[in-house]
């Protein structure tokens, strides 16, 4: 009788570690589609990021949404450093976008670009390589004091 409930409790146990896990596991994908959420921080003042590092998800961005937490935005994680332009197509709501070089420096900043209700959406181009390029609402750039040349301080899990 006794070795029959130990038998018992073992398969009880197994069940809810394999039930732990796969709820574990489900809850992973509903989070964020693989995006990592962790900090970008200039100067003491940090935003909360969601970290975007596919194609796909670097081409949709902040599309549909039509709010951003102020203490929040979006970070554009790229494979090397490049001239990147951005634009406004289906983006609902305007944004300061910061380009960061891979020294982590602030090397361009474009204030308050408004959503896009032309066809086609005029690009941001900001002239200069960087590596990542991080969105947040307009006004936070002048805000938090931001310029160029200011190091970004990566706090989580951002770097690959």
């Not at 406004?88 to 209700?117: F, Q, R, Y």
Request: include cysteine; charge should be neutral; hydrophobic fraction near 45%.
């Amino acid at each position: 009788m006794a070795k029959k409930k130990r038998k018992t409790r073992k398969h009880i146990m197994i069940k809810a570690i394999i039930a732990l896990f796969l709820l574990l596991a489900f809850t992973l994908l509903l989070v964020g589609e693989g995006n990592r959420a962790d900090r970008v921080c200039f100067n003491g003042n940090c935003f909360k990021v969601e970290v975007v590092d596919t194609p796909e998800a670097r081409q949709k961005g902040l599309m549909f949404r039509d709010y951003l937490p102020g203490d929040e935005g979006m970070l554009f994680v790229f494979e090397e450093e490049w001239i990147y332009s951005f634009w406004m197509k289906n983006t609902l709501i305007p944004l300061d976008m910061i380009w960061i070089n891979s020294g982590l420096e602030v090397v361009h900043i474009h204030e308050n670009a408004e959503p896009c209700k032309e066809d086609p959406c005029p690009s941001i181009n900001p002239g200069v390589p960087a590596l990542y390029v991080l969105e947040v609402n307009a006004g936070k750039a002048r805000e938090t004091g931001l310029s160029i040349g200011d190091k970004a301080d990566f706090r989580g899990n951002i770097l690959p």
